[in-house]
């Protein structure tokens, strides 16, 4: 059940709305979100678990995302995997906490590139653990099969491109 009301002229629905589509879009709508904060909440109990009190969740999601890679803070910032976050503040953290190295890059000195460190590669093994753990867990428990997984997956493409879309012809 959604929080979120139509709004409505008379007690008529919004012109053009409908309002059977429109209140299912609103609670996927709360349900991403509700998604991204519990997401947060997991992998903070899971540090907290292992001993790891130092760094946070967001922390740990931009080293599990690095990977092995050594990427840009702004190639970081572009995915948008840190809403709400302060990407620059979170790296500079992790900089300090020695989780991650950073370079000036040669050609533009504006740019800094970031790599993990042997301890941010620790970090991201654990948030690997975690996730192939919940992997493991949905498909033993029958909570969701490959194929659910894969359509609920394409169509938060669709919902994302669409999006996308509508920022990019705005102006």
């Not at 629905?13 to 979100?33: C, K, Q, R, S, W």
Request: charged share 25%; aromatic share 8%; net charge neutral.
């Amino acid at each position: 059940m959604s929080l979120h009301s139509l709004p409505t002229q008379d007690g008529r629905p919004p012109l053009g709305t409908n309002t059977e589509f429109m209140t299912i879009y609103l609670d996927a709508l709360t349900l991403v979100e509700r998604l991204h904060r519990l997401l947060l909440d997991v992998i903070k109990d899971e540090f907290e678990r292992v001993g790891v009190l130092e760094i946070n969740a967001v922390q740990a999601l931009l080293l599990f995302n690095i990977g092995d890679n050594e990427v840009t803070a702004g190639e970081l910032k572009s995915r948008g995997y840190y809403q709400g976050s302060n990407v620059s503040y979170n790296l500079k953290k992790l900089v300090e906490m020695n989780y991650m190295h950073h370079q000036r890059c040669e050609i533009d000195r504006r740019s800094v590139r970031v790599r993990l460190t042997e301890q941010g590669r620790a970090v991201r093994d654990v948030v690997t653990r975690l996730f192939e753990g919940h992997a493991t867990g949905l498909q033993a428990k029958g909570v969701i099969d490959m194929n659910s997984l894969d359509e609920i997956a394409a169509a938060l493409r669709r919902v994302e491109r669409y999006w996308t879309d509508q920022i990019r012809y705005i102006y």
